[in-house]
């Protein structure tokens, strides 16, 4: 039922667009379109010479589960060094099959897990910062 | 004489079925409509009565395999008005615009152009995109009037003597609106093109009287007009097939084989390479047959009410907007909305959450959606087994996602 997938959480972080917008000048950004519904994610972010994430930002076409995800992501990986990256996919993936409960926000997502057709708008966001951290 | 949903609905063992633990409110038969008894006892006549192969067996299954195809084709025929010879069954009708493309598209010269419209599906875009690139030709887009139509009055400025097939929807699969083939037709004729109506969206609506449109080919999908999956039909005129090459080689489609030379069969078997999908093929058959006997006049008239229903309804919601015709004339019941800050996609899941089955997205008509700035829409068909519930729960589910999102 959509009361569940979408509860207070999910809708308050789509909602609350934080982190949202483009950087001034990003270290790296890129694009990803999600071509079965249209959905488009933009991430921009800036690194530090330890190659740290120092900020991002992120402008989403795409429903509420593409940008709550893109908040989360956003704020997770704030300070955090760019090859954790991989560890926050493995992490937002483990929600969505269901074996990982997620930390902070990343929990909210559980829900999705039973809308299969619904994955790919969380892990849109993520495409998209790998993409830029990967140089485009 | 009054129209009879209930009986209708009856028809439609799908429809018995709960969704979410409340009714099943389908809306979304422009993707696929769903399919009545008629239909289903068709293709289990066949299954479990008459399965073999077609056309090259003498023995007793063989022989009622192959009347009940050819009974099948000649039904579609009958739909469309047209001669049993010309009804070609594809895959689908994406199958049916890509064998064009491939075979007509082969007749074609270097410099030579395609016209389509900018509300077209992708499937009438991207085999004639390939076509233009494969072949040097130029793919021209008629473009689309604020109120999602195509625009014929650019058609003096886009069609030209270079311009040898124009290819447009018959219906818009997200506007609803009813192409006016008779100023395309007129526009190809000055300049000796020909012209390929893709019915996706129409045929569910009734037999089509392809000699009044006066076009060259048309194809339709059987799943979206309550026929299986897997079939779908390519018309084309005989002249037009008869000097046309086969685009799939294979079985059944040649006139004698050496390795040295091959003839080809007359259409429409030259274009039916290997086993057709004869239970599909069947089902669609009895489709057409199931809706001949329907009265549509009382069926268009309960399609176009609800259609109003739910355009009044759509219209108390403040951050509603239509994409497509906002009365009832020139088009037909396919209706796609967007709310202002709530993406399609969470509409439709809500909906989802009241029992309606809806589309939402692109549907697959990118240029469209660019035409209009949005992400996707969401898009209701009305079908004639749809009832005032069905348009009252879509209106119910559309307020709450409005609550929930905007």
């Known amino acids: 039922m959509s009361d569940v997938l979408y509860h207070d959480r999910i ?59 893109a908040v989360a992501l956003a704020a997770r990986a704030q300070g955090r060094a760019k090859s954790d990256l991989d560890a926050l996919r493995r992490e937002i993936e483990a929600v969505l099959s269901g074996t990982a409960d997620g930390e902070g926000d990343f929990a909210a997502f559980a829900p999705v897990r039973a809308y299969r057709s619904r994955h790919d708008c969380v892990i849109l966001p993520f495409e998209a910062l790998k993409a830029a951290l990967n140089g485009g | ?47 479990t009565t008459a399965r073999a192969n077609v056309l090259r067996g ?76 494969r072949a040097g030709l130029k793919l021209r887009p008629l473009p689309v009037t604020d109120d999602g139509r195509i625009d014929v009055s650019a058609l003096p400025s886009v069609v030209n003597d270079r311009t040898r097939l124009i290819s447009v929807a018959h219906v818009s699969n997200v506007t609803g609106a009813v192409a006016d083939v008779a100023a395309v037709v007129a526009a190809a004729r000055a300049v000796g093109a020909k012209v390929m109506l893709d019915g996706a969206q129409r045929a569910p609506h009734g037999p089509v009287d392809l000699p009044a449109l006066g076009v060259d080919f048309y194809a339709f999908a059987g799943h979206k007009a309550y026929g299986p999956n897997g079939i779908g039909v390519l018309w084309g005129r005989k002249a037009l097939l008869e000097a046309m090459p086969p685009f799939m080689g294979g079985g059944s489609m040649i006139g004698s084989v ?43 008239s309960h399609e176009m009410g609800l259609t109003q229903r739910l355009m009044d309804g759509l219209a108390d919601v403040k951050s509603a907007r239509l994409i497509g015709p906002s009365g009832l004339q020139g088009r037909l019941p396919v209706v796609s909305f967007v709310l202002d800050n709530v993406h399609p996609h969470d509409t439709a899941q809500i909906l989802d959450s009241f029992g309606v089955a809806v589309r939402a997205g692109h549907h697959c008509a990118q240029p469209l959606m660019d035409r209009f700035d949005v992400a996707g829409t969401t898009r209701a068909c009305i079908a004639p087994y749809n009832d005032n519930s069905d348009v009252d729960a879509l209106l119910a589910g559309v307020r709450e996602a409005v609550r929930r999102f905007a």
């Open chain 2, 1 to 47: 004489m009054s129209f009879d949903v209930a009986s209708l609905r009856r028809q439609f063992p799908i429809l018995a079925r709960s969704v979410n633990g409340t009714v099943l409110h389908y809306l979304d038969n422009g993707a696929s409509a769903q399919t009545p008894n008629a239909v289903l006892d068709a293709v289990r006549t066949y299954e």
């Open chain 2, 258 to 300: 050496t390795f040295e030379h091959i003839t080809w069969a007359p259409p429409p078997r030259r274009f039916e390479a290997g086993t057709p999908p004869i239970g599909p093929a069947i089902g669609l058959g009895a489709a057409c047959r199931w809706m001949m006997d329907l009265d549509w006049t009382a069926v268009g």
């Open chain 2, 58 to 133: 003498v023995h007793a299954l063989a022989e009622a395999a192959t009347e009940a195809y050819e009974n099948a084709r000649a039904d579609v025929a009958r739909f469309l008005g047209v001669a049993d010879d010309e009804v070609i069954f594809t895959g689908g009708c994406t199958a049916s615009i890509n064998l064009v493309a491939q075979s007509y598209g082969s007749l074609l010269k270097p410099g030579d152009e395609i016209v389509s419209s900018v509300l077209e599906h992708h499937s009438n875009i991207v085999p004639w995109y390939q076509l233009a690139q």
């Open chain 1, 11 to 69: 809708v308050a972080l789509a909602k609350s667009r934080a982190g949202a917008g483009r950087l001034t000048a990003p270290t790296a950004s890129a694009r990803r379109d999600n071509p079965l519904c249209g959905d488009r994610v933009t991430m921009d972010v800036r690194l530090d010479e330890q190659g740290h994430m120092t900020e991002l930002g992120h402008e989403v076409r795409g429903c509420a589960l593409c940008q709550a995800s």
